[in-house]
């Protein structure tokens, strides 16, 4: 798979007009964190809220505590609703990135979601892109695969949907 660099994402974003938000669980901020340094980041990131406990993905973004109980924090319908409660904040964003999964042993791991497990929702032009990933390592290496699968996806998404720059 083509690794997406930060700088490489940024400038997509720049020359698509895009603005860009992230909610971060097990990646704790790094997504953010790795897209400052790039050239031009102000003109598209307006923030990423870092929702690692349950209580801030409640509070913060809206997570349903029935959601929670049932599912659990790490799945794909909380990161759906983290990805919508985001929006809701920030509605002028164009894209909402939601990202949460199992960075090392809990109580949310089971068989069918071992640690590694990593649940990521874009929100793009209304429709949810949800996905599901499978990581290995330690936790440093849990996001730092997470982080760079995020911004592979936001590549592909904007390739695929076939954005015409506007001028």
Do not use: W
């Amino acid at each position: 798979m083509k690794k997406t660099t930060p700088e490489v994402l940024i400038k997509d974003f720049i020359k698509h007009k895009l603005t860009l938000a992230l909610a971060e669980s097990c990646t704790c901020g790094l997504a953010a964190a790795q897209l400052a340094p790039a050239e031009g980041v102000s003109e598209v990131l307006l923030g990423s809220v870092v929702t690692y406990h349950t209580d801030a993905k409640e509070k913060l973004l809206g997570v349903k505590k029935a959601t929670l109980t049932t599912y659990s924090a790490e799945s794909q319908q909380t990161t759906n609703e983290m990805a919508l409660g985001l929006h809701r904040q920030l509605p002028h964003a164009d894209v909402c990135v939601a990202v949460t999964g199992l960075c090392g042993p809990g109580k949310s791991e089971t068989p069918d979601k071992p640690v590694g497990t990593v649940f990521v929702t874009v929100l793009f032009k209304g429709h949810a892109h949800e996905y599901r990933e499978q990581f290995g390592g330690n936790s440093d290496a849990i996001r730092q695969q997470a982080t760079e699968f995020i911004y592979r996806k936001l590549a592909e998404l904007l390739d695929r949907e076939q954005i015409a720059p506007t001028t």
